[in-house]
């Protein structure tokens, strides 16, 4: 590793080594980073030892903690009832795969939650949306359509219910008996989702 160049500062602003060398080729640090059977965690203690500086994406989230998938569930019960302000959101993806992101404060701190359920936050929150946009034109390139929510009632449960696996549609209450129009084989029960009690 001695022919990587010292003095770069890296966005911990502290002085830390290059990754490339000066002939453009890369330093073994990133080769062994690459090639070797190592963990997360064992690269991410060579980087550091090596005086590469090393963050978790802050440039990103900024103070703001992302709740990750297997969190979530855990992370929506505990703000049940609990009041939140949604500062902004933002709309990734495909129609029809659509998700939205949003940086959510609460009283537990400040969190980036991701959703895509219809009949959940990302609903909601599209449509919050489109009626802002459909009352002022001027609120999309402003983007007041998408920011600045009071959820005073925090979070609720929704029912869960059963989907057609082939459809993706939710199967109606009044059809559930009817095992020859959606086969047992061929229905889901769906995940738990949430929606913001307004």
């Known amino acids: ?3 990587a160049a010292q003095g770069n500062t890296g966005v911990s602003g502290k002085a830390g080594k290059d990754l490339v060398n000066q002939d453009g080729s890369v330093t073994k640090l990133i080769e062994w980073a690459t090639q070797e059977n190592m963990s997360p965690e064992e690269i991410m203690d060579m980087f550091l030892e090596s005086g590469v500086p090393v963050t978790h994406g802050e440039e990103l989230t900024g103070d703001y903690n992302v709740v990750r998938g ?3 569930a855990e992370w929506c019960a505990k703000h049940e009832g609990t009041r939140l302000f949604c500062v902004v959101w933002n709309f990734y993806g495909d129609e029809g795969k659509e998700f939205v992101s949003v940086h959510i404060v ?3 701190g400040k969190f980036i939650l991701n959703d895509s359920a219809k009949g959940g936050i990302y609903g909601q929150l599209r449509k919050i949306t489109d009626i802002r946009e459909e009352k002022d034109e001027r609120a ?3 983007r007041t359509s998408t ?3 009071m959820v005073a009632g925090g979070l609720r449960r929704n029912k869960p219910f059963f989907f057609n696996t082939d459809t993706g549609k939710a199967i109606p209450r009044i059809e559930l008996d009817d095992v020859e129009l959606h086969p047992m084989a061929k229905r889901e029960q769906s995940k738990p989702t949430w929606s913001f009690d307004l």
Do not use: R
């Open 1 to 3: 590793m001695a022919e």
């Open 70 to 72: 297997d969190e979530k």
């Open 106 to 108: 609460s009283p537990a």
């Open 140 to 142: 999309a390139t402003k």
């Open 147 to 149: 920011a600045g929510l």
